[in-house]
């Protein structure tokens, strides 16, 4: 059976993702999600990675991976150009500010992560969280014990501080409560409640703002909307770009919030989710259909 699918409009396709939860799971990338990410380049798509994470080492090995054009850091406070390995755009929060979430972090013995894009600091010098954060950040070793410094700055300007419950699980109930120490700075930072604390950006700065600026600044050359554009993800700090554009998937997996916000759903994290939101994607946009699709027709013509 020969299916001439052809393409309804010359649109390019734009994709956004999130990484933990929605790439992959501790470090587990599939597979099937690099061949579905791997078609929709080869049909003229951009695939680009948006993830809570630093401009760092970790991210540039996915990078790699997946071929991607533009990475979207730090929760939306980095942009970085994959293709010309630099960092084209950062937002970051003043040093008063900074220095007023240490004090209240270090008061209340919470373990908390920032950096710019050069620096990147600790506050306390514990091994649990430290470790399992810098494995997310950092792949060797050596980068991990020699990068990194204690915070003793105090003319800091962050892209994004991380906060962290301590010695408990991840449990929103917790960072509920942490978020209560910081809430009076609501109206000069963007803070996010997530499974594991707290995410703190510069004001009016999140994943939706950065898809925001890089359509207005760096796809301005294509006829595009945002309604053009697809995200994916998982977590809270996901919503944002959820809400702002007009194909959304939430992950199976993902937190009531997500779910919330997003037009479209696909399947977990484990079930290559990701890769089946874009192929959904291709086709409402474009009318573009992966040949496998079209096997099981096939099978059923020549019965």
């Not at 396709?13 to 599939?30: E, N, Q």
Request: proline content about 2%; charged content about 25%.
């Amino acid at each position: 059976m020969n299916i001439d699918l052809k393409t309804t409009n010359d649109k390019k396709p734009v994709i956004f993702s999130d990484v933990d939860g929605t790439i992959y799971r501790l470090f587990d990338l599939k597979k099937e999600v690099i061949k579905d990410v791997e078609f929709a380049l080869s049909q003229g798509a951009d695939f680009n990675i948006c993830t809570g994470n630093p401009v760092q080492q970790r991210m540039f090995w996915l990078i790699d991976e997946l071929k991607a054009n533009y990475l979207i850091g730090s929760s939306g406070a980095q942009i970085y150009d994959c293709k010309n390995s630099k960092i084209v755009k950062s937002w970051h929060i003043n040093k008063s500010l900074v220095n007023e979430v240490v004090k209240i972090a270090k008061e209340n013995n919470i373990q908390g992560f920032l950096w710019d894009d050069n620096q990147y600091f600790y506050l306390l010098e514990e091994k649990k969280i430290k470790n399992e954060v810098f494995e997310y950040h950092f792949l060797d070793d050596i980068t991990r014990q020699n990068y990194p410094q204690l915070f003793i700055k105090d003319d800091f300007e962050a892209v994004k501080i991380e906060l962290y419950n301590n010695d408990v699980a991840e449990d929103e109930r917790y960072s509920n409560q942490m978020f209560e120490l910081f809430k009076h700075l609501e109206n000069d930072l963007t803070i996010i409640i997530t499974n594991y604390g707290l995410e703190i950006s510069p004001k009016g700065i999140d994943k939706g703002s950065a898809i925001k600026w890089m359509i207005e600044n760096i796809y301005n050359q294509y006829d595009l909307k945002l309604e053009d554009v697809m995200a994916i993800g998982d977590s809270n700090n996901d919503v944002p770009m959820l809400q702002i554009v007009g194909y959304s998937y939430a992950m199976a997996n993902s937190s009531k919030q997500a779910l919330k916000s997003a037009n479209y759903f696909t399947s977990s994290v484990e079930q290559n989710g990701l890769g089946e939101a874009v192929l959904d994607y291709l086709y409402r946009l474009k009318n573009i259909v992966k040949k496998y699709m079209l096997h099981e027709f096939e099978n059923i013509e020549r019965k």
